[in-house]
């Protein structure tokens, strides 16, 4: 079975700042790899997701990604934090197989934006 | 656009009671699933379905039944509630079971089993 790995259950930046959050996967095939957002008592929904090409993916809010073969990382990334970022965010993988019937989550890191 | 709906949004059981959690989506996706939130542990799977009348266990099935009807409903029974059922379960779907597109979820329903 895959996991998902996240560094940093909470993570604090000022306003403006970098967002960095960290997502390592441990199958030794790249699976394909998401991460999702969470508000406050809502549904998880989906930021961006990486399945072929480009290992530089674009999402939603100005967020990016960067998949890394070597590493085994999908790490999150934002150049300028907004107040309105302040949520948990969830990477998530599944399997490339045919038979893969389900995503595995990491833990989560829930991001607090600092005025 | 009513994408994945999730009844209750909130619930209180008492030990020993049963109910049934519903989730339905108008999307015509073959796959739907359960999960629940615990703090610090993430997103779990209960059960999943691959398509009507056809479903399977995740990482916590115990106390949780399925089934699937339809292809746009997929509740979930909790047979006798236990205090450790107490969590957010999210529903979720995708347009297929191979899983190189984005699961679709509801807003959730908080329980608690008291």
């Known amino acids: 079975a895959q996991s998902v790995t996240q560094l940093g259950s909470h993570v604090s930046v000022s306003e403006g700042a970098l967002v960095l959050l960290r997502c390592n996967y441990s199958?030794?095939?790249?699976?394909?790899l998401f991460w999702y957002v969470q508000y406050p008592n809502q549904g998880l929904q989906l930021l961006l997701k990486?399945?072929?090409?480009?290992?530089l993916v674009k999402g939603i809010n100005g967020f990016e990604a960067e998949f890394k073969k070597s590493e085994t990382s999908f790490h999150l990334t934002k150049p300028s934090a907004h107040m309105s970022d302040a949520a948990e965010y969830f990477c998530?993988?599944?399997?490339?197989?045919?038979?893969?019937?389900?995503?595995?989550f990491g833990t989560g890191t829930s991001l607090t934006v600092i005025p | 656009n009513a994408g994945v709906t999730q009844t209750p949004k909130f619930q209180v059981l008492k030990t020993g009671q049963s109910m049934t959690l519903q989730c339905a989506q108008d999307?015509?996706?073959?796959?739907m699933s359960w999960y629940r939130q615990d703090p610090g542990m993430g997103l779990r799977l209960i059960h999943y379905?691959?398509?009507?009348?056809?479903?399977d266990q995740g990482e916590v099935p115990n106390g949780y039944n399925v089934s699937r009807s339809t292809t746009e409903d997929f509740p979930l029974r909790l047979l006798s509630a236990a205090p450790s059922q107490t969590s957010v379960y999210f529903c979720?779907?995708?347009?297929?079971?191979?899983?190189?597109?984005?699961?679709?979820f509801g807003q959730g329903t908080r329980l608690t089993v008291v």
């Open positions: 979720a779907s995708s347009p297929r079971p191979l899983m190189n597109t984005e699961a679709f």
């Open positions: 199958s030794s095939v790249p699976p394909y």
């Open positions: 990486y399945t072929t090409g480009a290992t």
């Open positions: 998530a993988v599944s399997d490339r197989s045919n038979t893969g019937n389900q995503f595995y």
């Open positions: 999307m015509n996706h073959e796959y």
């Open positions: 379905s691959v398509g009507a009348g056809i479903t």
